[in-house]
């Protein structure tokens, strides 16, 4: 929608993961309080936030680049104001090293200091800020809700991580595993529902282990089952299960659940007990096998997708094999395949054996090769059946037609009128690929 002249564009860009992309709402939201409407129109912003993601080196790269992009604009219109969050500001020595780097920048915000926002922004009225806390400090209950009026919005359970998995920075950059209150959480979810949203994503470096900080004893099962009872809500997912903390009572009550989808996100990483170790990961290739059995007993039609990392520090060929062995065994949906890189600030970047660039690049493509023919034999089954889907917009790649998910997250494309867009609609599945379905609305 075109803005007045007068009015003041907000362009916000998350890099990362989604609980990025929550914080990135979450700014976008507290700019709104300053008079800011969301724009994607990066030419003509008055304010430009990058919320930044450290995990991997060459997205750290890419940010770079583009915060770089930007002095042309600051350039241009010297009113801009170009502010930096996330996780890449939140590593320890970053800030200084980013100041350097790019002095064009108004604002530096760290992962503990998003609330705040609204209090840099004016200062940046006056001068360059920078707040980055090396420990949260308030509570977390401040932060306002995300963009209003969404279909889908991601809702923080807990922030943080206890597990030091060796090849992983989040820790280090987002503190210890805090969870937020259950009421604050079920409130957040109930005005959410009020502006029209029906779908929400419960986020967490590791939902699993949610409530363990918390007095009395309530945990995830107990928070599912709180969710699933909200009045207007259709649909609720979460991300990330650990695999060591999905206890068979979550397992129930997934599978008892109206409104929780059949989607479990239960990264493996790796399939080798030796690699698993390596990475620190807490469970053994045995353990993960038997909370898939687990799943697929209780819950047969569940979607199971996960993450992996190929060419971990000492890997061998034989390590490499198991990992392909786990996959043929579990068939899931969907994996995301990656190639381990040195993530500095973690311990495997200092373990010896590191497998060569060409070995990792043959693998990663063997990988693939392996999940999309898996992906594609998944979906392939579902032709001639019918599922519900929750109707997002036009399709990106076909904009005359819909898009829209399944409760398993299978992505569906389908003709239809707009008119559908935000409901419930029945899909029979006549074709797939390794990543869509293609189908006919039944009614
Ligand atoms: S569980 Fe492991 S991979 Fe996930 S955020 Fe925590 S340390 Fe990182």
């Given at each position: 929608m075109p803005t007045a002249k007068s009015e003041k564009k907000v362009v916000t860009l998350a890099y990362g993961c989604q609980?990025?992309?929550?914080?990135a709402d979450t700014l976008t939201?507290?700019?709104g309080q300053k008079g800011y409407i969301p724009s994607?129109?990066?030419e003509h912003a008055d304010l430009i936030i990058i919320n930044t993601c450290c995990v991997r080196e060459s997205a750290e790269n890419k940010i770079l680049g583009k915060i770089g992009e930007l002095k042309r604009l600051k350039a241009i219109n010297p009113q801009l104001k170009i502010a930096i969050s996330g996780c890449m500001v939140q590593q320890p020595g970053a800030l200084e090293r980013l100041r350097k780097r790019a002095p064009h920048v108004d604002i530096w915000a760290g992962t503990h200091n998003i609330h705040?926002?609204?209090r840099l922004l004016d200062e940046s009225d006056e001068r360059k800020v920078a707040e980055v806390w090396e420990k949260p400090k308030e509570t977390l209950e401040s932060v306002?809700?995300?963009?209003?009026?969404?279909l889908k919005a991601f809702v923080n359970i807990s922030y943080g991580c206890d597990n030091f998995?060796?090849?992983c920075i989040v820790p280090h950059v987002r503190g210890r595993e805090r969870s937020r209150q259950p009421q604050d959480i079920i409130e957040e979810i109930n005005a959410l529902v009020k502006t029209g949203c029906r779908e929400v994503t419960l986020l967490g470096q590791n939902v699993n282990s949610y409530g363990h900080d918390l007095q009395p004893p309530y945990d995830f099962a107990d928070l599912l089952k709180n969710v699933d009872s909200i009045p207007g809500l259709w649909r609720v997912r979460f991300m990330t299960s650990h695999p060591k903390d999905l206890s068979d009572k979550l397992i129930e009550v997934i599978a008892a659940g109206q409104h929780l989808c059949e989607h479990i996100h239960l990264p493996c990483q790796a399939g080798s007990n030796d690699i698993l170790l390596r990475m620190n990961r807490k469970y053994t290739r045995e353990y993960y096998l038997s909370r898939i059995a687990e799943i697929k007993k209780q819950i047969p039609q569940a979607s199971i997708t996960t993450d992996i990392i190929v060419g971990f520090p000492g890997e061998t060929e034989e390590d490499f094999e198991q990992t392909l062995t786990l996959i043929r065994q579990v068939t899931y949906s969907q994996a995301f395949t990656f190639m381990y890189s040195k993530r500095s600030g973690t311990a495997a970047a200092q373990m010896e054996e590191q497998v060569?660039?060409?070995?990792k690049k043959r693998r990663l493509?063997?990988?693939i090769n392996l999940q999309n023919a898996q992906s594609l034999a998944w979906r392939q089954k579902m032709i001639g059946h019918t599922y519900e889907v929750l109707v997002e917009g036009p399709s990106k790649a076909n904009p005359d037609r819909l898009t829209g998910r399944t409760r398993g997250n299978e992505l569906v494309v389908f003709p239809g009128e707009s008119r559908l867009i935000g409901t419930l609609v029945q899909v029979i599945i006549q074709d797939a690929s390794s990543w869509t379905l293609y189908g006919e609305l039944t009614e």
């Open positions: 609980m990025s992309e929550r914080d939201e507290i700019s994607q129109d990066l705040e926002f609204q306002p809700l995300a963009e209003k009026g969404k998995c060796t090849y060569p660039l060409d070995i493509q063997q990988l």
